[in-house]
C-alpha cells in the first residue's frame, strides 16, 4: 500500500494542514440512504454549504484499495451510480480496503477515517442506534460503539426514529457520549423535532459547543460528541403520519427477513413510499441542516 491507506482530495490536505475548518461527511446515506437521483444532487449541495460556511467539505468514501478523504465530482457520481456499493463499517474496513471495490463509509466506518485524516468534525442525518425489538434481535449500531470510542463530534438530527429512542438514549449515557441538544432540551427524531425525551445538556450557540467540544478533548476522554440538531421546523413531518410509516416498514421487513445491515436502508425505502417522498424531502432536509450546523461549528472551533 504505497503512501498508506489514506488518499486525500489535495483541498482537504492543504486545510488540514494549514488548521482551516474541515467537515467530513459520510457516503452511505448517497450510495445507500437515498434514491438516484436526489441523492448525486444531496452530495454536491452539502459540499456546497460546508463551503458556504467557510469550511472545506471531505466526504469519506473507499475506493480502489484507499480511504479516499474527499472525494472529487466523478467519484462523487460514482459513488451516487454504481450498483453494488459496500456498505462499510469498523469491522469490514480492512476487507473491502484489501478487496479494491468500492465502498459507502456509515458513521461508524466515517468516524474512524476522519480521525486518522485528522478531521474532527462530521455532519451525518442521523446515527444508527438500538433497534426496536433489539432485546431479541441484538440489533444495535455499531455507530454507538464507534461514538464511544473516537473523538470526533457528529451532527446529526437525533436518531433515526425507526429505532427504540429511548434505549438508544441509554445506550449512549453507558458509552459515556455526549449528547448535546442545539437548541432545544429534547432528543430529536429524525423527520420530526420532537420525540418526549429529554436531552442530558443543551447549547445555544456555535461558539458554546465549539468551547465544550474542545474541553471535552483536553480532558481526552476519548468519545465522541454528539451535537443533536433537530430538522427546521418547516421540514418536519407530522409524528402521527411517520409513526404509521414506520410501524408498516417494520411489518414489511419483518415479512420479508430483512435482517443485518439490509434493515436501515429497506426501512427508509419503505418509508419512502408509503409517505409518497414526503419522508425523502424532509430527510434531505435534515441532513443540509446538520451540514451547515456542522461547517459553523468547525469554523467556531478554529477562532478559539
Ligand atoms: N443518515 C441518513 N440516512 C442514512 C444514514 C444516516 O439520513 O442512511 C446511515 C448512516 O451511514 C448510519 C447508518 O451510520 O445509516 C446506520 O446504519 P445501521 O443502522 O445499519 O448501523
Ligand atoms: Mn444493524
Redesign the pocket.
Known sequence: MTGGPLAFQPDVSDAISAGRPVVAL????IA???PRPQNLELARDLESIVREEGAVPATIALMGGKIRIGLDDDQLRTLATANDVA?V?RHDMATVLASGALG???????MPAAHMAGISIFA??????V?RGAETSF?I???LDELARTPVLVV??GA?AI?DLPKTLEALETRGVPVIGFGTDEFPA?WCRSSGLTVPARLDSVEAVAEAFALHRRLALGSGFIVANPIPEADALDRGMIEDAIARALEHARAGGVG??D???AL?KNILETTSGASLRA?IA??RNNARLAARIAVAMTRL
Open positions: 459520510e457516503s452511505t446515506i445507500h440512504g437515498l456498505k463499517s459507502a463509509t456509515t458513521v461508524a466506518g466515517t451525518t442525518g442521523g446515527i444508527g442506534g433497534h440489533d449500531s455499531a455507530d446529526t438530527a433515526k429505532l429524525f443485518g445491515k434493515v436501515t436502508p427508509l430527510n435534515l441532513v
